[in-house]
């Protein structure tokens, strides 16, 4: 306001202020930003009598003990407080409530008490129609079995369930709980039976995306739906429980898969081999990513509808039949990523051609075009006709997604660590006999790089009369180790025709890219972008 505005105003002119006459929806967002604290709640609410109205309104409530001291009067003024707080909102909506609880050791004796104070909240929720609930409860090392309020369950309104409980134990819901979630995310829960993919089958009729993140505790994973649209599985490293994974869900359209174990465990604890499955039934998916092992047996039925696909497996010797079927079932994929294991086992079983007809857009995860990725590749390329767009990458991981240890991996860490104090027993006894084998190593490999070079040039290329060649605009490669990425870049520079761009990422010690590069006689008007490679 003017000062002469000011002046000739009234008193109550001056008093009034703008935030009372805003309308609900704003003043609940503009407080939203201070729902992390209920100090700052209390504070807003006693500013007036709107505010007040406001504070026990608030669609958003963070419930949050996380940072709170191991202090047992802190933990009870703020259990009362809280209490208090929910108890005057009465029946005014919660569109989502967040909990983050620490169930302290040191606090064992009123471990029951907490648990029903929070159990409470969570009830109190639902009566107000909740809509998005989100659980972490640390238990640290208590081993807790979780019996959520079976409210949840049936709780109409909830659209969104989120839940993390540290590796405690969940008790699978009654069948007989239908609800309208249209979101389930479970993470580092220990499941006691199947019965929760069961419930989902049956009584979740309007759900639309499940992740499943280091769930254990199952050796058995079911699910049929006809609403599932999303779909996430990420295991923890080294899990040796799972054995069966099926999913029908005629509207999946995304899926991520991730299963990695140690596929020689079993017979080095002289255990029987696993059978390990995956079937899968989802006509209408668009996008598939699956990391890890491959498996004994799976079925993935003929994916009309594949759009993208990333497939980082590290496939055994005698995986690569299979995983010619693998493709086979996504060959009508527009963008494709490998990583280099799966690539290499694709011409273990022999140089057939691998279908990919509608493929677009290749990536390739190597670290470097040795004589065995070569070979696979060619066989890549002689299945493909209508390639756009090539990328040779850097491998710098092993994997798109990566997983932490479980708590039943303890037992097997105690015994590697125990031999690996007897193999340091022996350690000096190598040393001796360790030069000369690293010396003939070196040798041999440096041999294997020279003859390498020289059989994989742009002749090599050329007799190998890929069609691929004539329909490639755009291509990305990373100088890896050696000079046959090189020869690869200069034999697509004279022979792409309809090649628009290449972009060369190199090292500084390839000084040799911009003579190539100047050297070759492209038949292209490509622009050629050098690139350096930023050290890690």
């Not at 000011?6 to 805003?22: C, K, P, W, Y």
């Not at 280091?214 to 006809?226: F, P």
Request: overall charge negative; proline content about 2%; some cysteine.
């Amino acid at each position: 306001m003017t000062s002469c505005q000011v002046q000739g105003a009234s008193s109550e002119s001056i008093m009034m202020d703008r935030f009372s006459d805003l309308p609900d929806e704003i003043s609940h967002h503009i407080i939203s930003f201070l729902s992390d604290s209920l100090r700052n709640l209390i504070q807003v609410g006693a500013v007036s009598k709107r505010c007040r109205k406001l504070y026990l309104s608030v669609p958003s409530i963070i419930i949050d003990a996380s940072s709170v001291a191991d202090c047992t009067k802190l933990r009870v003024r703020l259990l009362n407080s809280w209490d208090r707080y929910l108890f005057h909102r009465g029946n005014n909506k919660i569109e989502r409530l967040s909990i983050y609880w620490v169930f302290r050791t040191s606090w064992e004796a009123k471990i029951s008490d907490e648990y029903f104070r929070v159990t409470t909240w969570i009830q109190n929720a639902v009566r107000c129609n909740v809509e998005v609930l989100h659980l972490d409860l640390n238990q640290y090392d208590l081993r807790m079995t979780v019996v959520l309020p079976s409210c949840i369950f049936l709780c109409r309104s909830l659209r969104t369930l989120s839940v993390n409980l540290y590796m405690g134990k969940i008790q699978s819901p009654n069948l007989s709980f239908s609800c309208n979630l249209h979101y389930l995310k479970l993470k580092y829960v220990r499941l006691k039976d199947d019965g929760i993919f069961k419930w989902i089958s049956y009584s979740c009729k309007c759900i639309k995306e499940l992740h499943l993140e280091k769930v254990i505790g199952i050796k058995d994973i079911k699910i049929e739906s006809s609403s599932l649209e999303s779909f996430s599985l990420l295991l923890p490293f080294q899990n040796y429980e799972l054995w069966d994974l099926s999913i029908s869900a005629e509207k999946l359209e995304d899926i991520c898969i991730h299963w990695q174990f140690d596929s020689r465990r079993d017979s080095k604890f002289h255990l029987l081999p696993r059978i390990r499955s995956f079937n899968l039934f989802a006509p209408k998916l668009k996008n598939f990513k699956w990391s890890g092992n491959f498996l004994n047996h799976h079925h993935l039925g003929n994916l009309m509808c594949l759009e993208e696909a990333d497939i980082f497996l590290m496939p055994d010797l005698d995986d690569s039949s299979n995983l010619f079927e693998v493709l086979c079932s996504i060959c009508m994929v527009k963008v494709l990523t490998l990583n280099e294991e799966t690539t290499k086992a694709l011409c273990r079983g022999g140089s057939m051609p691998v279908p990919l007809d509608s493929i677009c857009y290749l990536s390739l995860h190597v670290t470097s075009l040795n004589a065995d990725l070569v070979a696979a590749m060619v066989s890549i390329f002689r299945g493909i006709t209508s390639l756009n767009t090539l990328c040779i990458m850097s491998d710098l991981s092993k994997s798109s997604v990566s997983g932490t240890e479980d708590d039943s991996d303890i037992e097997e860490v105690v015994e590697d660590n125990d031999t690996e104090e007897e193999n340091n027993e022996n350690e000096e006894e190598d040393n001796d006999n360790y030069t000369e084998e690293e010396d003939n190593e070196t040798e041999e490999n440096a041999t294997e790089k020279e003859n390498n070079e020289s059989r994989f040039n742009v002749e090599y290329w050329k007799s190998q009369n890929l069609t691929f060649i004539y329909q490639l605009k755009e291509v990305r490669i990373d100088l890896l180790d050696g000079n046959n990425e090189l020869e690869f870049a200069r034999y697509i520079l004279e022979n792409a025709p309809s090649l628009e761009k290449m972009v060369i990422i190199q090292s500084p010690q390839h000084s040799d890219v911009v003579e190539m590069v100047t050297k070759s006689k492209m038949i292209s008007n490509a622009t050629v972008v050098l690139q350096e490679r930023q050290s890690s």
